[in-house]
């Protein structure tokens, strides 16, 4: 995530920060086919990365950590959207955007506020408005629930149970990222946001377990 993030930040540049000119001549004067960037780039064999601002960190920092965590994040939503867009779910929609979201979340983590610019923060910030928007799914799906009257264990079809996965994945992301925004590096918002993404896929995952008519397990605790 953190290459994407960074790449879609900065795009394709050649030396001294120039941005590289599609179809620029050719040594036969012809037109020359854009070059593809390639997917190794070696810069990181020495164990140190590059944020969107410049910083070569250890790829043990805190930093590619919590990028690391959306990044498996987005790939667990990914795997849930499929199992859901087989069973013809219409929220299959609100997931991909929730992963469109999740790259910006990384392009805030992956900016430190520490060493950020002006022009680096128009680029990265990230408002509140996603939280709010959460948070209407959010109610909506919670409307058409039964009451939850005991704990639930991640089942209820491979839809729900990939949901609850996703969950689990959103949690870790989000104790990866607390530690960022309580030391200014990242956005109180993207905090909100996973924080809020957790209950959208606990309450998706129950909603995709009811639209199957699939059972939901429930803890039922083992006699001594």
């Not at 599609?22 to 020495?46: L, N, Q, V």
Request: aromatic fraction near 8%.
């Amino acid at each position: 995530m953190l290459r994407a993030a960074v790449r879609g930040l900065k795009g394709l540049r050649g030396p001294a920060g120039r941005r590289r000119r599609s179809g620029a001549g050719s040594a036969d004067g012809g037109p020359r086919e854009p070059r593809a960037p390639r997917i190794y780039t070696k810069t990181g064999d020495a164990g140190f990365s590059s944020t969107f601002t410049g910083e070569r960190r250890p790829k043990g920092d805190r930093i590619f950590e919590a990028l690391g965590a959306t990044d498996e994040l987005s790939s667990a939503i990914g795997l849930a959207g499929e199992f859901s867009s087989e069973k013809g779910h219409t929220f299959v929609e609100q997931l991909h955007k929730v992963q469109c979201m999740l790259q910006d979340v990384g392009s805030n983590i992956a900016t430190p506020l520490s060493s950020a610019r002006e022009a680096h923060l128009k680029r990265t910030s990230f408002g509140e408005g996603p939280v709010l928007e959460l948070e209407r799914w959010i109610d909506g799906y919670c409307e058409q629930l039964p009451p939850l009257r005991t704990f639930i264990l991640p089942s209820g079809g491979k839809s729900s149970a990939a949901l609850h996965f996703s969950r689990a994945v959103c949690r870790r992301a989000e104790r990866c990222v607390v530690p960022l925004v309580q030391a200014g590096e990242a956005d109180p918002n993207v905090a909100k946001y996973l924080n809020r993404l957790s209950d959208y896929l606990f309450v998706l995952a129950r909603y995709a377990a009811m639209k199957e008519g699939k059972e939901e397990k429930i803890y039922i605790k083992p006699e001594p």
